[in-house]
């Protein structure tokens, strides 16, 4: 008890990466949140509807494949989805950015990465 | 196996009071589908339930690890309880935060499908083994997890007990632009199978496929075959209550006979 799971764990090494203000692991598809770091606290279960209607929107309209990222940019701050593949159902890993100190390119990088590293 | 009066008066109770004593058990929950909480050090690790796939057959069923390597996994840890994270990582098979996941989310399914129904009973015993565990979780945390998921399939298509015991078929033809886990869903549904069948059958959660199954009948895409009843699903032992048999049999009915000069052509009776 009390001690940092291996889920929050992984999550905090992104939380180094600059102008991401909050990370969450959630089931894309049951919303059910796995762990989170950072302080932003992220409304997880939104987010895996979002990414579901998105998903099955981007369908109807023809798109083909898997639904990788999402990236929602507002004035001050982003939200990016990245999804990753699980068991049976994918994960999502929700990332908040605050927009004038974080680079996009940088954090989509890092998420590139996270499974991989995480693995090691 | 009974309820005391003056006990706890429910599986929620029960896992609330031994979470303040940071007690070892098992709790054998009697019912349909009925299952067993495996709570260490008063946090819930493993529930097993024939209502919901377990994170080891999930973990089979997607072919992450194969069958051999996890026999030998298994062996390796001679169901040492909490060795298997370490034992599974360690041979690069899965990492800590990929088994972590999968535990969590086999418990949470499990909590899902024993709330369906109200229990007929439970005790609660000394630690039964549990070679598949994940991280403790709090009986609270399982508590708020359940009710929103019941919410969140009560709001939609039915209430979730019906749901549970629906058999539904994809209403044809199957559109072809759809997400793939729609369209895997949609192929492996035929009148037969239960939410809990699929769930079986495709390595996933009980809830998600119900879940899934809600958004597709949403989407105009399901069909019912079975009528709604509030029964549970294929779980339910396949043992009569007592006094519940026909009490005399039923009568014996007799084909009609022709009664020989009685044939008249172009009767009456023809209209």
New interface residues.
Partial sequence: ?GRV???E??LGHLLQVPGVTGVS?V?A????S?GAAGPQNLGV?ECGRLA?LI??RL????AEG??ETVVVTGARHQLVLRVLP????P?LLAVALERERANLALVLRHLDVFPAR??A | MTTRAEGPRNVSAVLHTLYEQERDATVLVAGAPGGRIHVR?G?VVSIETPGAPGAES??L??G?VADTAWTAVRAACRDEEGRLADELSARGLL????????C??AV??AAFVLALAAPQGWEVTGPVPVPVSG??LTPRRIAA?TT??LA?LNGQWMPASALAALRVQPTEPVPS??????VTLLRAANDRRTPRDLAFA????T??VM??LA?LHT?GLLQETAPVTDARPSTAPRVPASGTRSPEPAPVVTLPRRTPGAHQLGGADRS
């Fill in positions: 008890m799971s291996s889920v764990d992984s692991l089931d598809v049951s919303g059910l796995y279960d579901v998903d099955e369908h109807s309209a023809g898997e639904l699980g068991f049976g159902d994960l995480e693995a | 050090q946090l999930i973990l069923r997607s992450r990492t800590a935060t990929e088994f972590e996941v999968l969590v989310a949470f399914d991280p403790g997890e929103r998921r969140a632009l759809l997400p793939s886990r729609y495709l390595g996933r959660g809830y998600a879940l899934d958004r989407l």
